[in-house]
């Protein structure tokens, strides 16, 4: 390096620190630590989509848990905060887009990385289009209460598919600040609107008619329980924004730990009121859910605020979980695990703008097709759930298994630091096991799916890394500090700036 200026008349020839960094990052192209720590929260609510799952998934549990629904829900948040604490032990040390895949590599190596690796990238694109196809189904009943009647064609609900698939790549494309800060807002005012709608409705007679009555067996523990993980799954994935976090170190693990604590309340609260006797009406089959009782035009009014957050909800995890599954892509492009143009960057966006795109138009694409096609969106929904609940819970299971090896490795286990790993990780499997394995019915056969998936995948990927070449050991790209940011960091002390 011929030494370069600091603007402080300064340069950094001859510096022994700066004589070990390169002169760019492996993961260069994002838009380097840029995020607040409220955005990079709102990236890890906006994947698991709370306001959504409040009045979804502890209606679908409370027919078998009844009055426990309320304690299901907080155990599972308990179990999964064990789960952010094996995550956190990467986090604070590492700064890796691939999130929990990068994770898994460094501490169970190549192998069992491109295992949670590919598996999350499951669970990822399944999470994304089954929130697409949510926003989709809220949005026409949006609609309908606003007095446009969609049913009358058969192409509204493949093309709000597309159209909103469209619309949060168009928001994820220009720029993760942009796309962020939109998710933020959106999910904020989502939680907002359900949680007064759910208050109101507590309070009066209103009553919510629910759907997806049909999908869940009544008498099912293993089920209901599975039901629940599935409600936190996408809490980690501020963990891919690492690299574009203005300090990952403290940010990153603080979203990831706070998410599952914040969504088990929620969850709890949304919980409490289904357990009240005649909070739920009807049960049916459709997607979106409705409010009943009362009079006048508030029922009417409180059901379309309803539809709207939920929409919005969904959206944000739509963008969320899509924003997820691309960072993961985009360092597996890196590796040369993947094509690389899937790990190139805008040059003014600074987003990996083409494997945006192509997973949005396929997440779309996707559920207008299986829509067009005459696919009754609840079957279609609850495929996708079961899907992306497995892709997750292998992934988390990998992690887990994974953060104890890689503290022994590098001489920080504690003590007794196998125990809460090794408890985690016996209680997930134990969850999906009697959710899924023990279930004869439709919980069970995605899970076929997904094994079918995961293998090929695998075995394409291998074949790929020894068609080209590429050598396991270089898996597990991670962000390094470079020449531009200790100049950057310099020269705010130079010039009287802190040490922030």
């Not at 926003?135 to 192409?155: K, V, Y």
């Not at 300090?247 to 730990?257: C, E, G, H, K």
């Not at 490795?409 to 504690?414: A, H, S, V």
């Amino acid at each position: 390096m011929d030494g370069a200026d600091t603007g402080s008349g300064r340069t950094l020839e001859g510096d022994p620190v700066a004589a070990r960094l390169r002169p760019s990052s492996p993961v260069g192209g994002l838009s380097r630590r840029t995020l607040a720590f409220p955005q990079v929260l709102a990236q890890s609510v906006a994947a698991v989509a709370p306001s959504a799952v409040m009045v979804t998934l502890p209606l679908l549990a409370h027919p078998t848990a009844g009055s426990l629904t309320p304690v299901v829900f907080l155990a599972v948040a308990a179990l999964m905060v064990a789960v952010a604490g094996c995550v956190n032990s990467f986090a604070t040390r590492m700064v890796a887009p691939g999130g929990l895949y990068s994770y898994t590599v460094k501490g169970l190596g190549p192998r069992a990385g491109l295992v949670a690796g590919l598996s999350l990238v499951i669970g990822y694109a399944g999470a994304a289009a089954a929130s697409v196809l949510g926003a989709t189904e809220f949005l026409l009943a949006l609609l309908d209460d606003l007095g446009i009647d969609p049913s009358g064609s058969g192409a509204a609900r493949p093309l709000a598919s597309l159209a909103l698939a469209a619309a949060a790549g168009a928001v994820m494309v220009r720029g993760v600040r942009l796309s962020a800060g939109a998710v933020l807002v959106v999910e904020a005012l989502a939680i907002s609107t359900v949680v007064v709608v759910l208050g109101v409705a507590g309070w009066t007679d209103l009553r919510i008619d629910a759907g997806l009555g049909s999908s869940v067996p009544d008498g099912h523990w293993g089920l209901v329980l599975l039901l629940a993980l599935v409600a936190f799954v996408g809490f980690e994935s501020a963990t891919t924004l690492s690299s574009e976090t203005r300090r990952p170190f403290s940010a990153v693990p603080r979203a990831v730990r706070w998410t599952p604590v914040v969504a088990g309340l929620l969850f709890a609260g949304a919980a409490l009121l289904v357990t009240r006797d005649g909070f739920v009406g009807t049960r049916g089959s459709g997607l979106a859910w409705d409010l009943s009782g009362g009079g006048g035009a508030g029922p009417r009014l409180a059901e379309a605020l309803l539809h709207l957050g939920v929409l919005g909800s969904w959206f944000a995890c739509a963008c969320g979980s899509t924003t997820a599954l691309t960072r993961t892509l985009f360092t597996m492009a890196r590796e040369g695990v993947l094509p690389a143009p899937l790990g190139r960057t805008h040059r003014r966006w600074r987003t990996p703008a083409l494997t945006l795109v192509l997973a949005s138009a396929l997440v779309g694409g996707s559920v207008a097709a299986t829509t067009a096609l005459g696919a009754a969106p609840d079957d279609v929904f609850v495929w996708l759930l079961s899907l992306s609940a497995q892709g997750y819970v292998v992934a988390y299971a990998f992690c887990v298994v994974a953060a104890p090896v890689f503290l022994h490795r590098i001489g920080e286990l504690p003590r007794a630091g196998w125990l809460v790993p090794a408890l985690t990780a016996t209680v997930m499997a134990g969850i999906v096991v009697a959710g899924t394995a023990l279930d004869p019915g439709r919980f069970s056969r995605p899970a076929v799916v997904y094994l079918a998936l995961l293998a090929t995948a695998l075995v394409l990927t291998l074949l790929r890394l020894r068609a080209r070449g590429v050598r396991l050991a270089t898996l597990g790209l991670y962000d390094e500090t470079t020449e531009a940011d200790l100049l950057t960091r310099r020269r705010t002390v130079w010039r009287g700036g802190g040490r922030g």
